[in-house]
């Protein structure tokens, strides 16, 4: 029996997010510290099996609601099923031939949920890659990110950019370029323009993230879209601001200046927190960690942070802080 396994991982954003569903630029890193993973092999017909995350049974009525406050309604399940239908109407709208053959399927993910490191894009881009591997179908790399978007934004209804899918399919570190003279149709797809950047070029970086408290990315999304969708000046100045602090950052890279990369990490939080009402929990884990001098900023829409640190002195009392708001922490593995 041929057994496929297909993997992709979760990410921080660095500098730049929340602008690349806006047009804007970002620098995002990929944490192989979580993954999620996809076993997909022969079967007689197509079947989808449910992973730890889809459970429906509870000790308890209180319980249940606990569950439902960290984690949402929806397991991963729902995800699995609109990419197999999505690469499916993919293939067929560039005329790429699939054969007959039956499959069955199956993902599993340590990546904390909703909190902010992309576990529901990272369960799309490791099933897509199980699928074109079963199916023999190669599509471009600049491609797939845009692909694994529309399960989320066409099937699904939600709101998202680019960012989590690009790096998950580019993996490491890069810089991404939304801007509309750098975006491109291929295949009928929308595509920025995305540059590997070497991560040892990055300074000493944490990322944290809590434990008890979560909120879907989508209610982050859904607001920020409809204000920038009816022009709110604040907001749209933002994201030109987000795209500006991306670049700096990048340079700060190139040049190895570890001091401006920092700012950029503490201003693109400040600016976050000038347009948006941020629950205070979480806002909590940025200021705790730039008490001990580190840096800090949301790794995504919240629930996790990622910054910059000094030293292994600074990195202890950053750990002490931030676990006495029930938080971990963990340095970031991206090769």
Not at 88 to 107: A, K, L, N, P, W
Not at 129 to 143: C, H, K
Not at 165 to 183: A, C, H, N
């Amino acid at each position: 029996m041929n057994i496929i396994r297909s993997r992709a991982y979760a990410r921080a954003g660095l500098v730049g997010n929340p602008s690349d569903g806006y047009n804007g630029k970002t620098l995002s890193l990929i944490l192989r510290n979580f993954r999620a993973k996809v076993v997909l092999y022969d079967w007689p017909e197509i079947e989808v099996l449910p992973s730890q995350e889809d459970h429906s049974r509870f000790r308890s009525a209180r319980d249940l609601v606990h569950d439902v406050e960290l984690h949402g309604y929806y397991g991963g399940i729902r995800l699995v099923k609109a990419t197999i239908k999505r690469f499916v109407e993919f293939c067929d709208e560039q005329g790429i031939e699939i054969h007959d053959r039956c499959f069955s399927v199956r993902y599993e993910s340590n990546i904390p949920r909703q909190v902010g490191l992309a576990g529901s894009s990272a369960i799309i881009v490791a099933t897509l890659r199980g699928l074109m591997e079963f199916y023999g179908v190669e599509i471009a790399e600049q491609v797939q990110p845009s692909l694994a978007l529309s399960v989320e934004t066409h099937e699904l209804g939600l709101s998202a950019g680019l960012q989590d899918r690009v790096i998950q399919v580019y993996d490491g570190l890069v810089f991404m370029d939304f801007s509309p003279e750098r975006m491109q149709t291929q295949c009928a797809l929308n595509c920025g323009e995305y540059e590997r950047i070497d991560p040892q070029l990055l300074p000493p970086l944490y990322f944290a993230w809590g434990t008890d408290q979560s909120e879907p990315t989508e209610v982050f999304h859904n607001n920020l879209r409809y204000r920038f969708d009816h022009g709110e000046a604040n907001v749209v100045d933002a994201m030109h601001g987000f795209a500006k602090l991306a670049e700096e950052a990048r340079e700060a890279l190139m040049n190895r200046d570890a001091e401006t990369f920092a700012n950029c990490i503490d201003r693109n939080f400040d600016l976050r927190r000038n347009i948006c009402r941020l629950p205070s929990n979480q806002v909590a884990m940025v200021e705790a960690a730039r008490s001990v001098g580190a840096s800090a900023k949301f790794a995504g829409s919240g629930g996790a942070i990622v910054g910059t640190y000094r030293d292994d002195v600074m990195l202890r009392s950053l750990t002490m802080e931030l676990a006495s708001l029930g938080c971990r922490v963990a340095n970031p593995v991206a090769f």
